[in-house]
């Protein structure tokens, strides 16, 4: 019987040099010291400038310049789900229902309030309660925890689909 072993966990920055170098590489897999030390740089960094974005910019093109900020995280998101075997549907199934949601609320009178000087709870909360925005905030929030406990798992020790382990090699 073939015996693996684990190479010790990654260093914060040993991690974030990694996940940078093959930010837009969907191939392969990713650890979850990798994965789990780049998202706390990665969201850190993307409210700070969230928050300068938001401030300068109107909602809509901060909403485009954050999806796309966005996008860099889904690297290293599919290569740790490929690291248990699943697919990168699940992240881009997500991704594509925040892209969606935003653009529904853009498109809405819900804009117009939230934008507006003075605005009327009531009518905040009526649009919040649309069965478009419900459903699509929803079906994100089961994805992205089914998501979010897929990143907790540890990968697969013996190759995959999508490649060797980065954790595991045979002993000897």
């Known amino acids: 019987m073939e015996k693996y072993v684990a190479t010790p966990q990654l260093g914060f920055m040993e991690a974030i040099k990694?996940?940078?170098?093959?930010?837009?590489?969907?191939?392969?897999?990713?650890?979850?010291?990798?994965?789990?030390?780049?998202?706390?740089?990665?969201?850190?960094?993307?409210?700070?400038?969230?928050?300068i974005v938001s401030s300068i910019l109107p909602y809509l093109p901060a909403t485009i310049v954050n999806m796309v900020i966005f996008a860099a995280a889904i690297g290293?998101?599919?290569?740790?789900?490929?690291?248990?075997?699943?697919?990168?549907?699940?992240?881009i199934l997500s991704y594509i229902l925040i892209v969606a949601l935003n653009i529904y609320i853009a498109q809405s009178d819900l804009m117009f309030e939230?934008?507006?000087?003075?605005?009327?709870?009531?009518?905040?909360?009526?649009?919040?309660?649309?069965p478009t925005i419900s459903l699509l905030s929803f079906a994100n929030m089961i994805l992205s925890l089914v998501i979010f406990v897929f990143c907790l798992i540890d990968g697969k020790r013996e190759p995959n689909q999508y490649g060797e382990s980065p954790k595991y090699h045979l002993e000897g």
Not at 23 to 37: A, H, P, T
Not at 78 to 85: A, F, K, S
């Open 18 to 51: 990694l996940a940078w170098s093959k930010l837009f590489d969907f191939k392969g897999r990713s650890r979850r010291s990798e994965f789990w030390w780049f998202m706390l740089a990665f969201y850190i960094c993307y409210y700070i400038v969230n928050v």
């Open 76 to 91: 290293v998101t599919v290569r740790r789900l490929q690291d248990n075997g699943h697919s990168k549907w699940w992240v």
């Open 114 to 130: 939230l934008m507006s000087v003075n605005p009327n709870m009531d009518n905040i909360v009526e649009e919040l309660s649309t």
